[in-house]
């Protein structure tokens, strides 16, 4: 058993010049050996492990302008599907969906089971400039992250939404083929 850093054995050329080893040639002679010895790990790099986590299909990012200033108060809802269910706790989910760097404001919410869909609404304060100033068909990022590791991650062109809700959304679900039951609206009377 090894401690420390890893004992591997690495190939070394060593260039020798011509009067180190006797010729007379004048051009320089090539060795190769094997060195063994402590190689940090930077040296040997290994590829990272794939995430398991994969869009089902490109997610979708509306904006819609909202009250009482439509120029500055813009909110974004991203709605995606994924071939796994996102790691979760009785608490929620434990991951952010981010747009360009921007996390939701709150955790993604479920929406159906089967398949996965989530869904995670933000506002535009303290993003970049893209997102003050959305226009349709932008293109932005969107990632799946989890303790700052991504696990999944598309560039998709932003959607200007007709409204804000669940009503608003309904197209974008059925989309991505999600089974989200949009409630009827009750009357009262």
Do not use: W
């Amino acid at each position: 058993m090894v401690s420390g850093p890893a004992r591997r054995a690495v190939p070394v050329t060593v260039l020798l010049g011509s009067l180190a080893i006797g010729c007379g040639s004048g051009h320089a002679a090539r060795a190769e050996r094997t060195v063994t010895g402590d190689v940090s790990p930077q040296a040997v790099a290994t590829p990272p492990k794939p995430s398991p986590y994969r869009f089902v299909k490109p997610p979708i990012v509306t904006f819609a302008p909202g009250d009482p200033n439509p120029s500055t108060n813009i909110l974004y809802t991203v709605v995606a599907r994924v071939n796994r269910p996102l790691p979760a706790t009785a608490g929620g989910v434990h991951t952010l969906i981010e747009v360009d760097d921007v996390p939701g404001e709150s955790v993604p919410l479920p929406v159906s089971r089967s398949p996965r869909c989530y869904t995670v609404s933000f506002g535009a304060h303290g993003s970049t400039q893209r997102l003050l100033h959305p226009t349709a068909h932008t293109q932005v990022t969107v990632t799946i992250r989890r303790h700052h590791q991504e696990l999944a991650s598309a560039k998709v062109a932003l959607r200007q939404a007709s409204g804000i809700g669940d009503r608003a959304l309904a197209p974008y679900f059925r989309e991505l083929g999600c089974n989200v039951k949009i409630g009827l609206p009750t009357r009262t009377s």
